[in-house]
């Protein structure tokens, strides 16, 4: 246990100053010796793409531009493995993906969600990783980030009427503009800190070459081990940082290659909570708001150790398989590195569905049940720090729900920020909501109602747990797997990409559009008969909204699995 | 003897008979309440509340189920009846909810039309001189039809005076019986059809076409098959719906999921378990706490054009408060007799008590109670003549006939007098001017000849409870602001007394409306009450602009809401209103999802512990048996709904207090009592039923 304070503690001594330097780095109507240092090569960059910085979109223009870029991507990526059989930078000589294993990945990585329905080094060139993955391991958590600096922009930010001389006077009254968003975000965010996280890695001994695998020749002289390699290591970075997971590799971080050492290890782990952690705080910079980024701040983080204490404990009973034998009192060590034993590993799986980031450094599907309810409830939840940008913009979704019952409850027509929520905007809002449980749980119940199309490798509860843990972790833009699935079938695929594309831009695009329309309404000044969001009361109301929202949706479903499977094991 | 005695007891008795037919209005027969809940069964009522409609469909699915069950003989047929049965009373509460709501709505506006329905009008004829006179019936008047009223008769319609004055008993509208006087052509020229005139004769220009007028609006707005719903009731209910939705999709999805690991569910529990989960409570309820918010502001005499406008009370941020009337009472008060340098005393006083001898104005008759407390001897020992006072001359006074002339007015209008009569002004009359005016009262200067005497203080009386309501109004974040249109020394000092958060001093119906725009572009919502026609303006552009009925046409045309009792006074009603109707939504939302949490713990286990016991481990509740679980969660479920029309229809209590302590205390009273509250309620009910299941 000291060992997962330390990391908590070493977490957020590092968020700290990465969160303030985020959020000078990244307000564009503030101007710093970094817009010297970034600016040129931004600006020359911009200029070839012929974008108009000076431009502001409106918040329709905004979710326009974020579409039409995913939309290109997904059929330039999509395209690119089917084909990479006959595209350079292929030295193992892997033949094209199916059409439908290729579009999930593509949709899958373009969502931020990095599911997998294949495996990595056997199944994708390093033109196909390096060049289409990674392009969206880096485009998809800065687009996240994008759309919150928009919303906070817009919706967070306090007005300063005062210093007027700040604002530019170039800007309208739009949200921003994505692509100098995007642009400053991986220049001055992603890119350096992904530099230094990979740089980490390799002297830890993460591969990171363009040769191709090596062949070694056992020991007993008989035939010669393939041992795949690549430029891993850079990608194991972006992939931790930018809540992406999908890994170099098929089991992901549980591979000694791309997971060395302890060290190694912790710093994986650490670069999953990074960024998400350090966006609150740049948040509460660029809007002014601190006492309402703290009061979110602790309900995110009361979730987190929540969470993860269920799983930690979970993970330490032990296997039910084993109830009986001498070794009983050990704990759950199935599915595990014994390098990391079973507490780094619960750890993990904790913050890696915490945060829609979904790399792996054990096997989910090996978990206690009580360890794999957890992980599923981080997913439903999804905004205990969440994906980069969207973590925050889900919890968003939250507040305004728990803002609206807020409103009535102390007699004010429903308000956010003083902004009137009227029936467009809650539409909107319970249209976002809506559509989770009816994906996963629709989804869920079609698959398990025609068990050929499951295809999965267990039957009853834990069987229930597999498929809905796949869909949840689809909806959620985590991409972990539970595992134990056939999943590269045409059924899987496309029902995930349904899935993936929802849950991806549903939560992500009505908070923004919200925040446009609320923009352009009276604006009442906070006072003493104002709903204040920074109070204790209402920090509870959001974090109760958050839990009855998730509890009563998924229950049953719970219930059916990993629920029973506990108690319908041996103890 | 014995005669009169009989009178005494016929009048009692008819009291107590009216009465009793008040009590009936609030109560209606439980007949009728059955009768009109079942009449609301129609699919046409029930489309118009989605969360209620499901349950509906629950009921008939159970119902369907029932028979199949009893022709099958399958032995649970006894257990879906009876749940069969509990869904309908779930759906009759909500309608019974309704219903009450509306009756008693409808009981207080329609007493009111009822006296209408009868009335004659003598109809001027539109051809020429206004000679010719028609008698028809009052609902025949149209928009823009003169009709005269004489003493004695009641007025037909809802109008504006444009020709006489007379004095008018309102009490069948406002309950006041004391008369009040209407006169054309100033502030006071509106009528309410059903009021009585009292004494002289009236032209009236008809406001309102038949079916238009404030009471049928009125009657509008609490009935149910009309009723527009209100901006926010209609955004929760897209909450409720798609919570409804969300439930339906949790509720279907478990048969499939069920059948994957093996266990049969029964629809009959699955239906409950959906019953149970949408917000049936706040479902049910909220066309009734719409209905009732109405209510509640009629019955404080306040007609709302729209349901808007209660609701947008709620909201507001700044009140606009005429001082007089609101925050002071309507007369002022003499208090101090100041006499300037060498004058003395007694010489002001005595001039002063004589000036106002014949001045019937309640400051005048002040001024001379003042003199005779102080123990002036105010006789007329010569003959003078009285000067009136005129808008113009701004001063009253006598001439007599030895050519002396006593004057009292303005202190402006006095000092020039004095100076045109060769006089000259001291040189403390400033400073006195000043104090009285700094210590928020009027002076009044008084002069004999070219002499400056001194001045007379005139205060304001502020009304006795006026600033613990503006503390209150603090409290819960309303800013006040005081409007008159005293200089600005003698408004800064009745609002620092008053507690008012701001003044505009010499405010003009301009200054007004610049006002409430400025309040606006910040972001502010705000009320006012007027009733002049050059008030008009700023009352629409006022949020909530509430005119007194005794107002002119113009400005009751202008407000959203109207004031029968004319009190300016009302707009605080106005606030608590509205915040009442909002936040007994809020409450019973909360209140209705936080109990959720109870019924799962109740149901989930019944529907799957027969197939997989270990499941009976999230009985926490230890029930009897799976089927009074389910039983006990439903029976809760529908007795909710009527336990809590108390609450709908009077409103849960609203306490002045911050925002934040408000949403703490409901939050702990409505959300944390809302999960609590279920667990030994539903317990409680499964002990009784475990009897029989």
């Excluded at chain 1, 363009?210 to 010669?224: F, I, K, M, N, P």
């Excluded at chain 1, 009137?420 to 249209?431: A, D, F, G, V, Y």
């Excluded at chain 2, 925002?659 to 702990?668: C, E, F, G, H, K």
Aim: with cysteine; proline share 4%; charged share 15%.
């Amino acid at each position: 246990m000291s060992a997962m304070t330390w990391i908590y503690a070493l977490l957020i001594g590092l968020a700290l100053p990465l969160g303030l330097y985020m959020g000078r780095a990244l307000d564009t109507d503030r101007h710093t010796w970094l817009d010297r240092l970034f600016g040129p090569v931004e600006n020359v960059l911009l200029t070839l793409a012929g974008v108009d910085r000076r431009v502001s979109l409106s918040w329709w223009r905004y979710a326009l531009a974020v579409l039409k870029l995913h939309v290109l991507l997904i059929v330039l990526v999509w395209f690119t493995f089917m084909v990479q059989g006959v595209l350079p930078l292929n030295p193992d000589g892997i033949a094209g993906m199916n059409w439908n294993t290729a579009l999930h990945t593509a949709v899958s990585f373009a969502t931020n969600t990095n599911q997998q329905h294949y495996s990595g080094q056997a199944e994708l060139s390093y033109f196909s990783q390096t060049v289409a993955i990674v392009t969206l391991q880096f485009l998809t958590p800065a687009t996240g980030l994008a759309v919150l600096l928009a919303i906070t922009r817009t919706l967070l930010r306090k007005r300063r009427d005062t210093n007027a001389a700040e604002s530019d006077s170039t800007e309208t009254t739009g949200v921003g503009n994505y692509y100098v968003d995007l642009m400053r975000i991986v220049m001055r965010v992603f890119l350096p800190l992904a530099l230094i996280v990979a740089l980490l890695l390799s002297w830890q001994g993460v591969p990171a070459t363009y040769d191709g695998a090596q062949r070694v020749a056992q020991l007993d002289g008989g035939s010669e081990q393939v041992i795949p390699r690549g430029p891993v290591a850079p990608m194991v970075a972006i992939k931790q940082l930018g809540t992406n997971g999908g890994g170099w590799y098929g089991p992901n971080s549980s591979v000694p290659l791309e997971n060395p050492t302890a060290i190694a290890n912790i710093i994986e782990t650490i670069a999953i909570l990074l960024i998400p952690v350090a966006s609150l705080i740049a948040v509460g910079v660029i809007s002014g708001r601190r006492r309402l980024m703290v009061g979110i701040g602790a309900v995110m983080i009361a979730f987190s150790l929540i969470s993860t204490t269920l799983v930690v404990v979970s993970e330490r009973m032990p296997n039910a398989a084993l109830s009986g034998l001498a070794i009983a009192d050990s704990p759950n060590l199935e599915g595990k590195e014994l390098r990391f034993g079973s507490e780094l590993s619960a750890l993990w799986g904790s913050w890696t569905t915490q945060t829609s980031n979904g790399s792996v450094n054990a096997m989910h599907d090996s978990f206690n049940p009580l360890g794999g309810l957890g992980l599923m409830m981080d997913m439903f939840v999804n905004v205990t720090f969440g994906g980069v940008g969207v973590g925050l913009i889900g919890y968003l979704l939250y507040l305004m729900l728990a803002a609206f019952i807020g409103s009535l409850m102390i007699g004010r027509a429903p308000e956010l920020f003083g902004k009137p929520l009227e029936t467009r905007e809650m539409r909107w809002i319970s249209l976002a909501i809506l559509a989770q449980p009816l994906i996963i749980l629709g989804l869920s119940a079609i698959t398990l109602a025609f068990p050929t199309l499951t295809g999965n490798s267990n039957p009853g509860f834990h069987g229930l747990s597999q498929v809905l843990y796949e869909y949840t972790s689809a909806f959620a833009n985590n991409g972990s797997g539970f595992e134990g699935l056939g999943d590269a079938t045409p059924w899987w695929n496309l029902t995930c990409v349904l899935a993936l594309a929802i849950g991806r831009f549903l939560p992500m695009l009505v908070p923004l559009a919200v925040a446009g329309w609320l923009a352009d309404k009276r604006t009442a000044p906070e006072g003493r008969g104002t709903l204040s969001l920074e109070t204790g009361a209402f920090v509870g109301l959001t974090a109760g909204v958050i839990v009855i929202v998730n509890l009563l949706g998924f229950l049953p479903a719970l219930v059916l699995g990993p629920i029973a499977e506990q108690l319908t094991l041996a103890w | 003897m014995a005669t009169m005695q009989s009178n005494d007891s016929a009048l009692e008795s008819r009291d107590a008979l009216e009465s009793h037919d008040k009590a009936k209005a609030h109560r209606i027969p439980t007949l009728t309440l059955m009768g009109e809940s079942l009449r609301r069964l129609n699919p046409k009522s029930l489309a118009r509340n989605p969360v209620m409609a499901v349950v509906a469909i629950g009921t008939l699915v159970c119902a369907l189920y029932t028979g199949m069950a009893f022709s099958a003989d399958a032995g649970q047929g006894a257990f879906a009846l009876i749940v069969t049965l509990v869904l309908l009373a779930t759906v009759l509460f909500a309608n019974a909810a309704e219903a009450m709501a509306e009756a008693r709505g409808k009981a207080h506006a329609g007493s009111l039309r009822a006296t209408r329905g009868e009335l004659k009008a003598r109809r001027l004829s539109n051809s020429g001189r206004g000679n010719e006179e028609e008698t028809v019936s009052a609902d025949q008047l149209r928009r823009g039809d003169r009709v005269r009223v004489v003493a004695g008769e009641l007025i037909p319609a809802d109008g504006e005076i444009i020709q006489g004055a007379g004095s008018i008993n309102e009490s069948a509208v406002t309950g006041e019986s004391a008369p009040v006087l209407r006169e054309a052509g100033t502030d006071n020229s509106g009528v309410s059809a059903g009021t009585k005139l009292l004494s002289d004769e009236l032209v009236i220009e008809v406001s309102a076409d038949p079916g238009e007028s404030l009471l049928d609006r009125m009657i509008a707005l609490v009935e149910s098959a009309n009723r527009q719903k209100t901006p926010s009731e209609l955004a929760l209910s897209v909450l409720l719906s798609t919570l409804t939705l969300i439930f339906l999709i949790v509720v279907v999805t478990l048969v499939p999921m069920a059948l994957f690991v093996g266990i049969e569910t029964s629809t009959v529990m699955l239906v409950a378990l959906l019953v149970c989960l949408i917000p049936t409570t706040i479902g049910g309820l909220l066309p009734a706490i719409g209905i009732a918010g109405m209510e509640r502001a009629m019955r404080a005499n306040l007609v709302a054009k729209s349901g808007k406008a209660v609701e947008i009370a709620g909201s507001i941020d700044t009140l606009l408060l005429d001082k007089t009337g609101t925050i002071t009472l309507g007369d002022r008060r003499a208090t101090e007799f100041a006499p300037c340098h060498d004058v003395e005393l007694e010489r002001l006083r005595r001039v002063a008590g004589l000036c106002s001898l014949e001045d019937p104005t309640p400051e005048g008759r002040s001024i001379v109670s003042l003199a005779r407390e102080q123990g002036a001897e105010l006789e007329m020992t010569q003959e003078a003549e009285v000067v009136p006072f005129t808008a113009a001359s701004r001063v009253s006074g006598l001439d007599f006939a030895s050519g002396r002339c006593w004057r009292k007015g303005a202190t402006n209008a006095i000092a020039t007098l004095v100076r045109e009569g060769g006089g000259r002004v001291p040189a403390d009359f400033e400073a006195l001017v000043e104090r009285i005016s700094r210590h928020g009262a009027t002076p009044l200067a008084v002069c004999e000849d070219n002499v400056l005497l001194g001045v007379i203080a005139l205060s304001d009386v502020i009304k006795p409870d006026i600033a613990e309501r503006f503390q209150a109004l603090r409290d819960m974040g309303v800013k006040t602001v005081m409007i008159t249109g005293d200089n600005p020394i003698t408004a800064a000092a009745i609002a620092a007394e008053a507690g008012v958060d701001d003044y505009i001093a010499e405010a003009t119906p301009e200054r007004k409306l610049e006002l409430i725009r400025e309040e606006q572009a910040s972001g502010r919502l705000v009320a006012m009450m007027g009733d002049g026609t050059n008030d008009a303006p700023a009352l629409a552009q006022a949020d909530l602009g509430l005119a007194m009925n005794s107002g002119t046409q113009a400005a009751r045309e202008a407000a959203n809401m109207v004031d029968l009792d004319s009190d300016p006074g009302k707009l605080l009603s106005a606030v608590e209103i509205g915040k009442q109707l909002l936040i007994t939504r809020g409450a019973l939302t909360t209140f209705s999802l936080a109990n959720d949490v109870a019924k799962y713990f109740a149901i989930l286990p019944a529907i799957f512990a027969a197939s997989v016991p270990a499941l009976g481990a999230l009985d926490v509740l230890d029930l009897h048996s799976p089927e009074s679980a389910v039983l006990s969660a439903v029976i809760f479920n529908a007795l909710v709904i009527p336990a809590l029309i108390p609450f709908a229809l009077r409103g849960v209590r609203v306490k002045a207090a911050s925002a934040s302590a408000m949403l703490r205390r409901n939050l702990l009273i409505y959300g944390v009592g809302g999960i609590l509250l279920p667990f030994p309620t539903i317990k409680l009910i499964d002990l009784v039923i475990g009897a029989f299941f």
